[in-house]
């Protein structure tokens, strides 16, 4: 397997070798795609990607891949054939031809040396053992969210992508979204006084752990590969239910709830405005009036709640200091306790929450072997937030956390909920 670095001096080999050859060669007719002209990169500044677990969320990320200049997709690895059919058909259309190959296996998918990069989008059972296996596989990582299902996975998948120094980018893609950045902004520049509290909105918070549904047939192997399916989790009998929709656990565990899944956007973006990139929450206490608090090593309160918020469309996130307050939403808009906090500037307003300018920043990184917004260490402590509040839901009692060892103080209950065991052969 080429390193990065060998794959780079090869193309750049490759394209002085081809720039020889046309000069002592007879003339010949070169189409523009392969000299880079009509906004279409040259093939030696292509990232070739291929997709992994492409279902809805999955479609509408290639979505925003395929309209890049500087990519192509040329596979697609997905258990179920009707889908990788369907993703098959969208990237043959775009490409013009037929040449995306197809698997039921992500190891084969990984084991290709000419794919740079992949697209994780399967359910969030799979995202961390996918993206470890791509890391060692050289590939850089594009990986939905929640991108692991507990504590120690957490810190595991950050390691692994520093120990491999692959690019790798959490699809939390508010903090590329103009108007979530200028918020988060005026927390960490102190304009807003000394920050004190920051809330998140986690819609709905349930702990619970995961069961089995009614045993169905499975169907045959090469329509369904349920065993893929399964993958790191504990057994379960196939039920089709669970084949469709979002499912982060499919055996025995701790399920996330709204804290992990749509609230782990809102609390990556506390972070952020906290300047708690590389840290979280040292204690978290049960809900009380329909709020939970966790609090800061630097006294911050980290606040989820459900209702409260203005009408500024969905995750919303509110941060407020000594002497002033920011409230954003996915309606683009902000509402600021005083218009001086503007200062003049004028903040872009995008409606919806495109991933478009995250996968922008992903790409860009993947060039310049730069650390995209949202990387590996960045998702490693958010997450770990949200796996912490989650527990402390579970437990319905306070909890302690040591940002330092990584372990909750003196909580034997708590300390065992932050893995769990996996089947072989995905225990990475």
């Known amino acids: 397997m080429l390193s990065s670095e060998a794959r780079l001096n090869r193309r750049r080999f490759l394209k002085a070798a081809g720039l020889a050859g046309a000069v002592c060669a007879a003339p010949s007719i070169i189409p523009a795609s392969a000299l880079g002209k009509d906004g279409v990169a040259a093939p ?161 918070m349930n702990a619970v752990m995961s069961g089995w549904a009614a045993p169905e047939k499975e169907p045959p192997k090469e329509e369904v590969d349920w065993d893929l399916y399964l993958g790191p989790a504990a057994w379960r009998p196939f039920n089709s239910a669970l084949l469709d929709g979002f499912n982060f656990e499919k055996g025995g565990g701790l399920v996330g709830g709204g804290v992990l899944e749509w609230g782990s956007h809102c609390v990556d973006l506390c972070q952020w405005a906290n300047n708690a990139d590389n840290t979280a929450p040292v204690e978290y206490n049960p809900p009380e009036n329909g709020q939970m608090v966790a609090k800061y090593a630097n006294g911050v309160k980290l606040v989820l709640r459900n209702d409260g918020w203005l009408p500024l469309g969905s995750c919303p996130v509110r941060f407020e200091g000594d002497t002033g307050w920011v409230e954003a939403g996915d309606s683009g808009q902000i509402v600021l306790s005083s218009p001086e906090l503007v200062a003049g500037r004028k903040v872009e307003e995008i409606g919806g929450y495109p991933a478009t300018f995250h996968v922008r920043d992903f790409l860009n990184c993947v060039h310049t072997r730069s650390k995209p917004v949202c990387n590996a ?52």
Request: glycine content about 6%.
């Open 44 to 204: 030696s500044d292509r990232i070739v990607m291929g997709g992994i677990g492409i279902g809805n969320r999955g479609t509408y990320d290639l979505s925003c891949f395929l309209p890049e200049p500087d990519v192509q997709f040329v596979a697609v690895c997905d258990v179920k054939a009707v889908r990788r059919a369907a993703v098959k058909k969208i990237i043959d259309d775009k490409n013009g031809n037929q040449d995306c190959k197809t698997y039921s296996d992500m190891r084969e998918l990984l084991d290709r040396p000419d794919i740079d990069a992949v697209l994780i989008a399967t359910g969030p059972n799979w995202h961390a053992t996918a993206a470890m296996l791509a890391a060692r596989a050289g590939k850089d990582i594009y990986c939905e969210k929640p991108c692991t299902k507990n504590i120690a996975q957490s810190l595991r998948l950050a390691e692994t992508m520093r120990r491999t120094a692959r690019v790798f980018q959490v699809g939390t893609q508010r903090r590329n979204l103009p108007h979530f950045a200028f918020a988060c902004e005026l927390a960490r520049t102190g304009k807003l006084g000394k920050l004190h509290t920051v809330y998140a909105h986690p819609a709905g």
């Open 377 to 428: 260490e960045v998702a490693c402590y958010s997450h770990i937030a949200c796996h912490a509040a989650n527990i402390a839901l579970f437990l319905n009692r306070k909890v302690t956390y040591d940002t330092q060892k990584n372990e909750f103080v003196g909580d034997e209950q708590a300390n065992r909920l932050r893995s769990e065991a996996l089947r072989d052969p995905w225990r990475i």
